[in-house]
């Protein structure tokens, strides 16, 4: 079927630390994008990546789209990091639709 | 400033009453979406709009229905139909052509039943 899994579903760091959010997508699934929702709930876009690598800041992703996955990285994590981590494809047979990962709930700890 | 607004950002309703919650954009977009999400979980699809008189059904469309008269505006009705309604609704929306795969979020709406 059409999926979109995250791991870890929650992960807890102490600032400072650098850590690596996994996104696995099927084969029904393209152009991945990935989002971070604040404490308040508002959807920020992290980054489009539907195959290489892409960096901002202290954020970075790579997509590798012949093995169905991705990966967010974040260095030098900041309290501010927290939140939920999502990433979402757009649904193949559809220009419009996205299937979303359930998340990584991230709390950075000062 | 461009950008997506949602209102109201919190919203009570009894049950039993249908409410209408707005959502405008001034980018210039065609495509808007609506989503429904609920404690520790992602995002599903509501219903959908490619063009302004045009909107599709998502996955969970159910007790709720949409209006697309102006390009700018694409507000949701929860109906009494709907058996569960409380959650967090974000709008999106989204440039329409091969090149442009991003949707845009509003800041979302918190529903609750009492």
Sequence with gaps: GIQVEQSPPDLILQEGANSTLRCNFSDSVNNLQWFHQNPWGQLINLFYIPSGTKQNGRLSATTVATERYSLLYISSSQTTDSGVYFCAGRKMDSNYQLIWGAGTKLIIKP | ?114
């Excluded at chain 2, 400033?1 to 977009?29: A, M, W």
């Excluded at chain 2, 102006?70 to 949701?76: A, D, N, T």
């Design chain 2, 1 to 114: 400033d461009g950008g997506i607004t949602q209102s109201p950002k919190y919203l009570f309703r009894k049950e039993g009453q249908n409410v209408t919650l707005s959502c405008e954009q001034n980018l210039n977009h065609d495509a808007m979406y609506w989503y429904r999400q609920d404690p520790g979980q992602g995002l599903r699809l509501i219903y959908y709009s490619q063009i302004v008189n045009d909107f599709q059904k998502g996955d969970i469309a159910e007790g709720y229905s949409v209006s697309r008269e102006k390009k700018e505006s694409f507000p949701l009705t929860v109906t009494s139909a709907q058996k569960n309604p409380t959650a967090f609704y974000l709008c999106a929306s989204k440039r329409t052509g091969a090149n442009y795969n991003e949707q845009f979020f509003g800041p979302g709406t918190r529903l609750t039943v009492l």
